[in-house]
T-cell receptor
Framework: NAGVTQTPKFQVLKTGQSMTLQCAQD?????MSWYRQDPGMGLRLIHY???????DQGEVPNGYNVSRSTTEDFPLRLLSAAPSQTSVYFC?????????????FGPGTRLTVL | RKEVEQDPGPFNVPEGATVAFNCTYS??????FFWYRQDCRKEPKLLMS???SGNEDGRFTAQLNRASQYISLLIRDSKLSDSATYLC???????????FGSGTRLQVQP
């Protein structure tokens, strides 16, 4: 049981490039989410999903897209990277059915945009 | 005003000390409450859920005061391994999302 996995662990992009951060979980959790963590800001919710085919915006969704075609996977796409998107990105899943309960986090992706 | 507010610290305490962290939240409709622990450059991990009746897990005690919208975490007999950042977390209306505080850093010294 791997829990929540994220790839890549580190990434450097140039301004304007696009990329996809991968997230997968093997716990059959319906709820998944993406956060970014910046120094002194705490974790801020980007997008979340309460089940396959259902996604919604969080606090800071601009510049990011998500899709949820399967229960296991929840990729985060950066459309046109900007230096302001330099951050640590965490994916998380929760066993709640249609709602969030305690969350289990992946190890994070450290992204630098030059 | 932030939805979840915590004293950022750091709290520097000697081994064996008792230390208490406080957290206030602004959404009176919040339904679930948690304390998470985050080690440097690692992912957050659930420390404990917080219930209205209060709950204890070994050296850790959590309390919730809904009337004052206030959550606390008490750590007794601090260990060096307790050094970390402690995040106060609440759910929003409808329990669709979690809101995290910025965290309180604890440094336990020998």
């Amino acid at each position: 049981n791997a829990g929540v996995t994220q790839t890549p662990k580190f990434q450097v992009l140039k301004t304007g490039q696009s990329m996809t951060l991968q997230c997968a979980q093997d716990m059959n959790h319906e709820y998944m989410s993406w956060y970014r963590q910046d120094p002194g800001m705490g974790l801020r919710l980007i997008h979340y999903s309460v089940g396959a085919g259902i996604t919604d915006q969080g606090e800071v969704p601009n510049g990011y897209n998500v899709s949820r075609s399967t229960t296991e996977d929840f990729p985060l796409r950066l459309l046109s990277a900007a230096p302001s998107q330099t951050s640590v990105y965490f994916c998380a899943s929760s066993p709640g059915q249609g709602f969030v309960d305690e969350q289990f986090f992946g190890p994070g992706t450290r992204l630098t945009v030059l | 005003r932030k939805e979840v507010e915590q004293d950022p610290g750091p709290f520097n305490v000697p081994e064996g000390a008792t230390v208490a962290f406080n957290c206030t939240y602004s959404n009176s409709a919040s339904q679930s409450f948690f304390w998470y622990r985050q080690d440097c450059r690692k992912e957050p991990k659930l420390l404990m859920s917080v219930y209205s009746s209060g709950n204890e897990d070994g050296r850790f005690t959590a309390q919730l005061n809904r009337a004052s919208q206030y959550i606390s975490l008490l750590i007794r007999d601090s260990k060096l391994s307790d050094s970390a950042t402690y995040l106060c977390v609440v759910t929003g209306t409808g329990r669709r999302a979690l809101t995290f505080g910025s965290g309180t850093r604890l440094q336990v010294q020998p």
